[in-house]
């Protein structure tokens, strides 16, 4: 477990607000949502190129807060599992570096096929 999966779950320990894994999975899905409304509002529906906007890193922080308290709950160690996915992604993208394949690999994997 990594030092910030670790602090995560002793502020959740101290303020006591440790929930099941649906109440977490939904939370950080309404987390994500809000995340999605501002991307909207500052994009104008999607006219406008996306800038950063001011209270993203708060809504950000607070969706990867619930990622960790959700690992927490379910016994995942972020940390290491994270960084397999990372070497496991840059080793299948090394491997096929200059392919049209590429890309669309990526794209099957962000859409939940592993």
Known sequence: MSDLQAT?????DQAGSHSTAP???LQASAALGRL???TSAATEGGRRPFRVPPDWQPG???LAYLVYLLADQTG??????VRSLADRLGAD??????????????????AGDS
Do not use: I, K, P, Y
Not at 76 to 81: G, K, P
Not at 94 to 109: D, F, L
């Open 8 to 12: 995560v779950a002793r502020a959740a």
């Open 23 to 25: 109440a977490l999975l």
């Open 36 to 38: 999605a409304e501002l």
């Open 60 to 62: 950000l922080s607070e």
């Open 76 to 81: 995942v160690d972020l940390d290491s599992t």
């Open 93 to 110: 993208a090394a491997g096929r570096h200059g392919s049209a394949n590429g890309e669309h690999a990526a794209s099957r994997w962000f």
